[in-house]
């Protein structure tokens, strides 16, 4: 099963008092089965927005007004809510990093994870309590016979974010959304996840969109990476390849941000500036204002996501020919 899903010009805006707010603008990509994909990029980027329109979660005042999200070749925009409502939960899932706001405080564990199975599958109660202890032993969840009936305050938040998971995957979903699933976690509780998700993902093959700011995660989980900045794809490449050669400035002070492993770096560097205002975006490039290499075409024009090698595209008019490496630092 290959072509799992594929976002073509995809374009979500909001409509505030102050302005129109560009948070996707125009963006493609795909993603295939058993494949995880990372979505990486500051906040305001416009990451969980796309996940959100995959899902058709947006609401007003935001709009998704223009595009396709083609899942198993069918346009989800083409959709009625009835139809979404079957699919959501069930061929796609999403995992908001928030567990204790993203769980229902006056319900059980394992009665929301019953809910999930039983308005997708003909399930009976018993069946659904038997598969919810299951799945929270799926995820690594100790004495999950116990666990199933404590209310979501009762668990810690390795645990919270291990039965979001298992809601997730109650219905082995062809495609899981994960929307910075480590936030506030210790790099011990986030690694098990991974290894967890990994797991599952080899199990059922799901493909997997994975939204993060943290390049060293991706390196770790991911086959394919895109950088978002202000709102637009700026960068996509097989993660090894993107490591190695990065293209845009933008990718490339996301990289020298990261800690070295040896821990021999005298000094991180960061990247000046802030995101642009989406309202009030940049004439030409939107990364200009930040970056030192720009010049006065890119002020005034904006360059187009092109394929630079096969697999590897970038948006910026100072990355060098095909037949060129090193991009636009070399």
């Known amino acids: 099963m290959s072509g799992l899903l594929r976002v073509e010009n995809l374009v979500t805006r909001f409509y505030t008092d102050e302005g129109v707010v560009k948070a996707v603008d125009g963006n493609s990509f795909h993603l295939d089965a058993d494949e995880a994909l990372g979505v990486v990029g500051e906040s305001g980027s416009g990451k969980t927005v796309t996940a959100l ?8 005042p935001g709009r998704i007004e223009g595009g396709r999200i083609l899942f198993l070749g069918q346009d989800l925009l083409r959709k009625s809510e009835r139809q979404m409502r079957r699919i959501r939960g069930k061929e796609i899932s999403m995992v908001f990093q928030d567990s204790l706001s993203s769980l229902n405080p006056t319900l059980t564990v394992g009665t929301q994870i019953v809910r999930v199975l039983r308005n997708h599958l003909r399930i009976s109660r018993r069946d ?81 969109f994975l939204i993060t700011h943290d390049l060293s995660v991706v390196a770790s989980f991911c086959q394919r990476v895109i950088i978002m900045y202000a709102g637009k794809i700026v960068e996509e490449a097989p993660v090894e390849e993107l490591y190695e050669n990065p293209l ?73 020919s095909p037949a060129a490496t090193g991009g636009c630092h070399g």
């Open 53 to 60: 329109s995959i899902m058709r979660l947006i609401e007003n």
């Open 128 to 208: 659904g309590w038997r598969r919810a202890m299951e799945l929270l032993a799926a995820v690594g969840i100790p004495e999950p016979a116990k666990r199933v009936s404590h209310y979501p305050h009762q668990l810690s938040g390795g645990m919270r974010q291990r039965a979001l998971i298992a809601m997730a995957i109650a219905c082995n979903p062809k495609l899981l959304i994960l929307d910075e699933p480590t936030t506030a976690l210790d790099v011990t509780i986030e690694a098990q996840i991974f290894e967890l998700i990994g797991r599952l993902k080899g199990e059922f093959g799901m493909g997997v």
């Open 248 to 320: 845009h400035p933008y990718t490339l002070g996301l990289l020298r941000s990261i800690p070295p492993l040896d821990g021999e770096a005298e000094r991180l560097e960061s990247i000046p500036g802030e995101v642009p205002d989406l309202i009030n975006l940049p004439l030409g490039c939107n990364f200009s204002p930040r970056c030192a290499l720009a010049d006065e075409r890119c002020w005034q024009v904006e360059p187009e996501l092109s394929e630079i090698t096969p697999g590897h595209r970038a948006a910026c008019w100072k990355v060098k």
